[in-house]
């Protein structure tokens, strides 16, 4: 059975979809399905940790206002979710994972898939998925993203691990599959230590298709280690800055990046080890 946010009362649709995640935490039902209509967001969510945001095939958000929109707690998961930003004011995560809920073991049900996040304001603002750890064990690993699609972000997925004050911080072994970037200013960064104690290592960023645009600085900025890219970028004249188009940082060893139709003119390996196809 699911829960259907319209049967709780709330100020906006933001809060009656927080309510139904809400009960669907402690309740035996922990599916929250949406209508198949707009929801106006002006406010964040947090999916809980254990319940599933499932979006019907015309269920749709549309974002005002200036905040992370959706934050998935260990355990939680999205579905089918399109979200369209509609304010240029909007300079925030779409979707945020934050490493202090320690996402991490295989055996656990993280799960984003089949999501389309657009801004269609024109502002080329705001980030389309955000993963962020910055404290003792705070940790995101082995989570699966699977056919996302960004459009007119500022960027599109940041990884960003920070150093602790205490032991270890990171952001590893996720897997990004069927990632689509379309015009977004920045497409991946990855932002850490090239190894402990804050490292973004080992992801896997496989069958990507970018198609840039004019507003398009930067493909890839790559921290940390064995992390893996391959896919197509398309129309690359488009991109009007004559700086490198991916950048190998010198805090990175023993990367990959596979994109045949980037030649190497367009690269800076500042770091060591690190593999170029193209």
């Known amino acids: 059975m699911s829960v259907f946010p319209e049967d709780f009362p709330g100020a906006n649709d933001a809060a009656k979809i927080q309510a139904a995640i809400n009960f669907a935490q402690s309740n035996t039902d922990k599916v929250v399905e949406l209508a198949n209509r707009d929801y106006v967001i002006t ?48 300079n925030g995560a779409v979707i945020y994972l934050d490493g202090k809920y320690k996402y991490y ?42 056919n996302i699609t960004f459009a007119g972000l500022n960027t599109a997925i940041k990884l960003q691990a920070v150093k602790p004050a205490s032991g270890f911080s990171w952001v590893n072994a996720n ?16 932002t850490s230590s090239e190894t402990i104690p804050n490292e973004c290592s080992g992801n896997q960023f496989m069958n990507m298709q970018i198609q840039p645009s004019a507003a398009t600085k930067k493909l890839f900025t790559i921290n940390g280690q064995y992390n893996e890219f391959h896919g197509i970028a398309w129309d690359l004249q488009l991109i009007t800055v004559t700086t490198p188009i991916v950048e190998f940082t010198a805090a990175s060893s023993y990367n990959t990046i596979n994109f045949l139709s980037i030649p190497a003119s367009k690269m800076v390996n500042r770091g060591r080890f690190n593999r170029i196809i193209s």
């Not at 319940?51 to 269920?59: D, I, P």
């Not at 404290?135 to 993203?145: A, L, Q």
């Not at 990004?176 to 960064?189: E, R």
């Open 43 to 90: 406010g964040p969510i947090v999916v809980k940790e254990g319940v599933k945001l499932q979006f019907n095939y015309a269920s749709r958000f549309v974002i005002y206002g200036n905040y992370r929109v959706l934050e998935l707690q260990r355990n939680a998961s999205l579905s089918g979710a399109y979200i369209a930003i509609d304010d240029a004011a909007f």
């Open 105 to 146: 073991n295989t055996w656990n049900k993280t799960k984003i898939e089949n999501v389309n996040i657009i801004n269609w304001s024109g502002s080329h603002k705001g980030t389309g998925l955000s993963l962020y750890s910055n404290g003792t064990g705070h940790e995101i690993s082995f989570v699966n993203f699977d």
């Open 175 to 190: 897997r990004f599959l069927n990632m689509s970037i379309d015009d977004c200013v920045n497409g991946v960064i990855l």
